[in-house]
């Protein structure tokens, strides 16, 4: 079974260019959730879909970002217009929808976003 | 507000040692999660224990081990017999009860850990 793909790898923008980041959770994972870790800080949560619903998105930095998951499959997150502190290596987990604590979230291997 | 505290900046052990990554949390609730995932340089975060906030038992898995100290707020991952593969970046990570079982992580630093051979 593949695991949670993001897609770019890499990706390198100047400053005020516009970017779109893309997560496939595992194949029947209700949950996805973005995160974001700047360099040398603490991995930071930014959103939560149950299926195409946002759950929680309370860690999105400001209105420049805008994750959307429609048909609750594939979610995108877009930076427009990308700054130099959006940087960093963005990470989206998916899991199964249970109602238990130990429910393990499956991470992606995660974007680098650079922005010059 | 939960906050998860790594201090280690970077840890050294030699192959077939033990070691233990030290991660202390802070919340108010109750009920929660406690989870430690490993980050080898691929880059994909693997999943390795996990820890209720109400199990009686330290949990274990394989050579992992996670030394929960409720009263203390700590919760470390004890790494027996160290192996090359073992050489990453471990995050200690965790869930509030009250936001919901599936509800975010919240992640300390991370902790490098470098195997010698």
């Known amino acids: 079974e593949a695991g949670v793909t993001q897609f770019p790898s890499h990706s390198v923008i100047e400053k005020g260019q516009t970017v779109t980041l893309r997560c496939d959770p595992i194949?029947?994972?209700?949950?996805l959730y973005w995160y974001r870790r700047v360099m040398g800080k603490e991995i930071k949560f930014l959103l939560h879909?149950?299926?195409?619903?946002?759950?929680?998105e309370s860690g999105m930095p400001n209105n420049r970002f805008l994750a959307e998951r429609t048909g609750g499959t594939y979610s995108t997150l877009k930076v427009q217009p990308a700054e130099l502190e959006d940087s960093g290596v963005y990470f989206c987990?998916?899991?199964?929808?249970?109602?238990?604590?130990?429910?393990?979230?499956?991470f992606g291997q995660g974007t680098r976003l650079t922005v010059v | 507000a939960q906050k998860i505290t790594q201090t280690q900046p970077g840890m050294f052990v030699q192959e077939k040692e033990a070691v233990t990554l030290d991660c202390t949390y802070d919340t108010s609730d109750q009920s929660y999660g406690l989870f430690w995932y490993k980050q080898p340089s691929s880059g994909e975060m693997i999943f390795l224990i996990y820890q209720g906030s109400y199990d009686e038992q330290n949990a274990t898995e394989g050579r992992y081990s996670l030394n929960f100290q409720k009263a203390r707020k700590s919760a470390n991952l004890v790494i027996s017999a160290s192996q090359l593969g073992d050489s990453a970046m471990y995050f200690c990570a965790m869930r509030s009860a009250k936001t919901g079982a599936n509800s975010k992580l919240t992640f300390g630093k991370g902790i490098t850990l470098s195997v010698r051979p």
């Open positions: 987990a998916s899991s199964p929808r249970t109602g238990f604590m130990n429910t393990e979230a499956f």
């Open positions: 194949s029947g994972h209700d949950n």
């Open positions: 879909f149950v299926k195409e619903s946002k759950q929680d």
